[in-house]
């Protein structure tokens, strides 16, 4: 059985969305991460425990909110590295499930191996992403999340 066009279309934006994070890290440089993204498209963290644990109200942020917070991360990274486990595409919902492990080793030499799946629906004609619901572990985010604040304060960084 052969596969749409609409469906290839779908399969190309969200891998593309995914090694995103790779060029953006590799770069240092969070415009990467907004490529495959709509100007009007919102990011969602869940579940909302995470950002109330960090104090932070949990409403979806923009392309340009999301960049600055990655970008004000990058000092306190050595390495990441990002792979796409898993893809699911739904051709009618116009959407695509991703599950992504994100290994992070930061200038402590504290290493991560984190797992995170996506919900990303699609504009038309599937070219450009309009919404992102991105799911975490929030035991393990705000481990890491404290161990990137206390780099980024010995650094001098920790304006966020």
Do not use: W
Request: glycine fraction near 2%.
């Amino acid at each position: 059985m052969s596969q749409s066009a609409a469906y290839d279309k779908l399969q190309v934006t969200a891998t593309e969305f995914a090694q995103s994070y790779n060029k953006a890290f590799s770069t240092k440089d969070a415009s990467f991460l907004s490529t495959t993204l709509s100007p009007e498209c919102t990011r969602t963290i869940l579940p909302s425990s995470f950002l109330a644990s960090l104090g932070r109200e949990n409403k979806p942020i923009s392309n340009a909110a999301y960049e600055a917070v990655v970008k004000s991360e990058f000092p306190a990274f050595q390495s990441q590295k990002i792979r796409l486990n898993r893809l699911a595409i739904d051709e009618v919902q116009k959407s695509a499930f991703l599950l992504i492990n994100v290994e992070v080793s930061l200038r402590d030499t504290h290493t991560y191996d984190l797992d995170f799946a996506f919900l990303i629906e699609m504009t038309e004609p599937c070219d450009k992403i309009k919404a992102v619901t991105q799911f975490l572990d929030t035991a393990k985010c705000v481990e890491a999340r404290g161990k990137i604040d206390a780099i980024l304060k010995e650094l001098g960084n920790s304006d966020l």
